[in-house]
């Protein structure tokens, strides 16, 4: 008898402690706009935004770019367009496909309004357009498939879901969200193994993607210290500190020296690989 008491008191304490973990467990935040899993205030405009701008220069003399060969798809090899790799694109020193973006700043303490336009990433002549692209987490990503022929989109996200989806030619668009901030998420198609894209996904919108000038320019930042980020596919990541006064308009320029090899960012997981 004692010994049958004893077990019903031993259940009676495990159950009272797995009620009181469960109780005590963080329940993710209804107001979760950002997708870091925090509840933040949303921001108010006062109207003092500023404004940062740039050029982007690549010092060296770039590397030929190789032939693809996409015989493997008759309809590929058919298509209209370039087709030499576009990993590294530069045109009189300015280097292009820079992503650009400023976090540790006031824009990590805020959620933003999510833009109702998705934003489109196009299947052309066999490649990705663009090829290297930002999103706010939540917005819609619109995939399309130009192409004479079937495509298969895999996204390869380290924190978001991972997804692997054919589209056929004359498919209606694919529609996705990222709901968690990743830079940058590697895209491939599974059908040609060329293709290759990178989202950077955000939850504010001050980020944006050098031109093939190199220019960039991040509009309605509001007024605050921060690290600005460059990130490159081939080159790596490089960070700069960068403060914004009420209105401010102000330049910032940088440089990737030839031979620069590429490092995982801030929000990677795996080995690093570090510019010299």
């Not at 935040?29 to 935004?49: R, T």
């Not at 824009?107 to 066999?126: A, H, M, N």
């Not at 991972?162 to 590697?186: D, S, V, Y």
Request: net charge positive; with cysteine.
């Amino acid at each position: 008898m004692l010994k049958r008491i004893g077990t019903v008191c031993v259940m009676l304490t495990l159950a009272t402690l797995l009620i009181a973990v469960g109780c005590g467990k963080k329940q993710p935040a209804a107001d979760d706009k950002a997708g870091d899993g925090s509840s933040k205030p949303q921001y108010a405009s006062k109207g003092d935004e500023g404004t940062i701008t740039g050029k982007i220069t690549y010092d060296g003399t770039p590397p030929t770019g190789k032939k693809i060969d996409m015989s493997q798809d008759a309809n590929c090899a058919s298509a209209p367009g370039d087709k030499t790799t576009d990993d590294l694109l530069v045109t009189d020193g300015k280097l292009a496909n820079v992503f650009v973006y400023v976090k540790s700043g006031p824009v990590d303490r805020f959620t933003f309004p999510i833009p109702s336009d998705p934003v489109v990433l196009d299947q052309q002549g066999c490649r990705y357009h663009p090829r290297v692209l930002g999103i706010q987490t939540n917005q819609m990503l619109e995939v399309k498939n130009s192409d004479k022929t079937t495509h298969n989109i895999h996204p390869s996200p380290k924190v978001n879901q991972e997804w692997n989806q054919m589209q056929a030619q004359g498919a209606p668009p694919i529609e996705k969200k990222f709901t968690r901030a990743e830079t940058l998420i590697p895209v491939k198609c599974n059908q040609h193994p060329w293709m290759k894209a990178n989202v950077g996904v955000l939850g504010h919108p001050c980020f944006a993607v050098s031109a093939k000038d190199g220019s960039y320019t991040i509009k309605n930042v509001p007024p605050g210290s921060y690290t600005l980020v460059f990130w490159h596919e081939t080159l790596g990541e490089k960070t700069q500190p960068i403060t914004i006064a009420a209105k401010e308009s102000k330049a910032q320029d940088i440089t990737y020296k030839a031979g620069a090899t590429a490092r995982a960012t801030s929000m990677q997981i795996g080995p690093a690989l570090v510019l010299p």
